[in-house]
Each structure stands twice: as C-alpha cells, then as structure tokens.
C-alpha cells in the first residue's frame, strides 16, 4: 500500500470532471458532505478590528484595515489538519460585505484593502482542492427599519447586553431587504464558483424573505448547495449547531441554539447535521468567534478536546466546523497553527483504526475491499489509502490535490509489497517526472470506466542535511494498468545514494527507470 514515511508527499492525483447531471440527487450529496467531516470556519471582518464580535455603530470603513490577507495560509494550515471545507465569512450583522457587490458601497473593496477576499478565498480553495462554504447573515443593520444592536435567537434573555454592546430579545432587528439579499445571494452564488453549503445567520431576522422562499432561490441557481439556518423556522437540508456538540441527526440536544428552536425536533428535511466551535477558549471576553486581540493570544481550545469532539461528529455522521478567527495581519494565531498541526497528527494516526469496507471489489481489481476517498484532497486520498491492504480499490472522486516536496528533501520510491487499485473517471495517463532538486511529482488520471492499478509504489523524503553521514535509498517500481492493451513507456525515477558530508550538501544521485504499462 502507498505510505507516507516522512513529512509531504509530491503527488498530484487529478480528474476530469464529469458534466453536471440535470437532477441532483441531494441523498448523495449529503453522504459527500458527511465524509468531508471536519471544516474550518473563518470570521474575518469588521469585529476583527473592533475586537469584539458585533460591531456596532462602524461607519468608517477604514476600520477594516489588514495589514495582509493570507488565505493561502488558512486554507493549506487546515489542510494539513485533514480539513475538507472552509466556510468565509460574506457579510455579517454591521452589513460590510467581504466581496466586491454590486448591492452597496459598504464592502471591503471600498475599504483601505481594496481587495475581494472572497475571490481570493475561492482562488486558494481551487488551488488546494478543497471545498467552499459561506457564512451569511441574513439581516442588516443598515437595512430599512433596522434596530441597530439588537438580536433574537431562541431562548435569548429579553433587554440582556452583552460585552460588544449587543441587545438581546430584539426580533428582526436586521430590517427588511427581500431583493438585496436576493441579489446579494445571486452574486454570492453565480461569481464565486460551487458552494458546498451556505450558513445562514438568523439572528437578526430572515431579512424579509422567509427561509422556504430563501432555500428555493439558492437551489434555483446552485441545486445542489445545501442549505441551513442557525436558528428561526426549519428550512434546508443541513442542521446547523451554533455552540453545539456531536449528536445523532434525530438528537435536537447537539444543534446549539436551534436546539431551542420551535419545530427543530419534528422536521425531517435534515441530511446531515452541523455543529460549530470557537478555538479560542477563553468566555467572557468580547469577542470569542472574531480576533479579540494580543492580550488572548494564549486562549486555545485545547488539541485534545478538539480531536474528541472530532470523533464525535465521525461517530454520529455529523461535520465539524471548527472557528478558527485571523488577526489583523491576516494570519491565523501561531498558538491556533501549533494547535491545528498537532490535531492533523491525531487525525492521522487514527487512519490505520479506520479501515471501512465500501462495497464489492471493483471489476478488473484482485480480490478485497472497494475503499472511497472521501474527496480528492491530500488528507482524504491519502487516509484511504493507508486504509487499503493488498488486493483493495481506492475510489478518488472527482478533484485535484498537489502534495509538494519540502525543502532540503529528495524523493525515493520504494517498493511496498502492496497492490493497490486507483479507480476514478477520465483518461489512463501516468508521467513521473524527477529533477535534481528533489522534485517528483507524479500525474494520475485513472481509466474511464476501467481501474487504474499502481502495484508497489510508496514515496519516501529523505533529508539531506549535512550532519546526517549517510542515507541510502533505492527506487524500484512497477507501475501498470488494467484493462488496456500492453504498451509500454520508460519513465525516470530517484535511485539515490546519498552520502552528504558535515561539511557540503552536496550529494550524488544515480537513477533507475521504471517501466509503465498504459
């Protein structure tokens, strides 16, 4: 079987879309969510600079401020924590807009930073292969017979305020704007490419556009975008849980706030069920889903409680999203980065407990267990993998993963022992292409209709820092596909022996050649 035996793996694993059926069939999508299992929500706005979560009273749009946007850095970072989902931030309650809308003045390319971060968040979803959600409120406090401040959701304490300033038991206080946030949601979902699911906010109201006439105009123009609300009248097909826990999808008690929800218990349109959490830990301070600001730069949930609560949504079928806030340079915290990195260790470390049978063996595969990646994403295609034993078929959906060599690494191809089938859609094609930077990268796109088998093949990094005396590593590995008539190509490969000095990098390559039936 394939194995990572250190650090990253320089793999791209792609194929070809297929074209888009006329009916979606929303049973499957939910299982496709379902196996996404663990996303990373991201607020970034206003309430990053006010340090508290609702800022209220900010007309001057030069509070919005970074001095950076990294979303590459949010995206690879929870990535690697075996993240399949990132759901930004669109707009919230104060009504600033994070993508460049036609609908007001009050967005972020009107702002000191000038840019979309949308169109940047979907940019580094694309190039890193994962999925893009949204957070959307639904209300606005600058919309017409809006009460600026104020807030409901279900068991709220009426007249209570909280630390930014927020009254509690104010119903509808985001006003009345049915074709704004119908326009705003038709710019959201016709400009910024699939939305696996949209997360709507209803703590200022529905806007005027109640949540059944809001699920019918997001299926009218993504059908397969799912759908939830965090609270108000049942709709859609995704229970959210603001502050909730894992729990069974029949359960009410794991939704958070829309536990309390009137008809959250009777309604049966729910596919899968969602719970969110902030990382940072600390309660009572003013902002705890938002940056709050260096004095709480050491408040983190721990990456023990973290990786529990992540058993418990694989346990129920459940998807965990957990709140992970940037700061004002547009970086995630260093302690969230420390933390996230160690819960991707627990994650994996899980995989070789996790083995799960999916069906028949594939028609052309040896005898053994059909396993489906759960997306074609670095941490999804590889957990399946190291799941496979000899003789199984990996299943790798539809999208792209580019796994890169790190520095001061070269990369070996050891023999495993293992045959493993690669089963996905499009044309059969394998290039392996190695240069002497330590660069291999290996191109797959499996037959269609027909299993791409890749017998023995594992990668290994071996470093080559100078202190090390000597490190041998020898490549040999037969690459073949089945179902095709026998041709055959050379390809080059990595045979090292590496013998750096304490003194010198420098080391001395030599090379094998492997053989690709195609």
Known sequence: MFRI????????????????????????????????KFGMFIPWSLSTF???????GAKDLSLFSPTGCDVDQWVSVGKDAGMGYFVFCAKHCDGFCL??????????????????????????????????????????????????????????????????????????????????????????????????FI??????????LDHKA?????????????VGFNSGEPAGELRLGEGGRPSALDDPSGAGVNRKQKGTAEYKGYLVAEFVKPIQSAKGQPARWFYSGPE???????????????????????IFSLSVAPDRGGRLREIDVRTLREVGRQIRALAPNRREAAGPPATGSPTGNVIQAASGTQADVQA??????????????????????????????????KAITLRGAGMVKTIVNVDLEGQLVLHVKAAEGKPFRITGLAMKF???????????????????????????????????????TRSSNRCTLGTTRVTARA
């Open 5 to 36: 035996l250190a650090a990253v793996w320089c793999v791209i694993l792609s194929v070809v879309s297929a074209a888009p059926s006329a009916e979606v069939d929303m049973a499957k999508r939910a299982e496709e969510l379902r196996n996404l």
């Open 50 to 56: 006010s340090g508290k979560d609702e800022t209220i």
């Open 99 to 196: 993508w460049d809308t036609k609908t007001t003045d009050r967005k972020v390319t009107r702002s000191p930073w000038g840019k979309d971060v949308l169109a940047a968040a979907r940019e580094a979803c694309n190039r890193h292969g994962v999925k893009m959600a949204l957070y959307y409120e639904e209300g606005d406090w600058t919309w017409p017979g809006a009460i600026e401040g104020g807030a409901d959701w279900p068991g709220a304490t009426k007249g209570a305020k909280y630390p930014s300033g927020l009254i509690a038991g104010v119903p509808q206080a985001g006003g009345i704007n049915p074709e704004v946030k119908k326009a705003q949601l038709k710019e959201l979902l016709t400009q910024y490419g699939p939305i696996e």
């Open 199 to 208: 997360w709507f906010d209803h703590a200022l109201g529905d806007g005027g």
């Open 214 to 226: 809001t699920v019918a105009f997001v299926k009218s123009l993504q059908p397969g975008c799912f």
């Open 296 to 318: 709480n730069d050491d408040k983190v949930m721990s990456a023990d409680d973290i990786f529990e609560l992540y058993q418990g949504a694989v346990k129920f079928g459940n």
């Open 384 to 417: 399946a993998i190291d799941l496979a034993r000899d003789g199984d078929t990996v299943v790798i959906p539809e999208g792209t993963t580019t796994w890169k060599v790190p520095p001061g690494y070269i990369a070996a191809v050891l023999i495993d022992g």
């Open 462 to 500: 071996v470093s080559i820092e100078p202190q090390l005396l000597a490190i041998r590593a020898s490549a040999t590995a037969r690459i073949r596909s089945t179902g095709t008539r026998n041709s055959t190509a050379t390809r080059r490969v990595i045979r090292s022996d590496v013998r750096p």
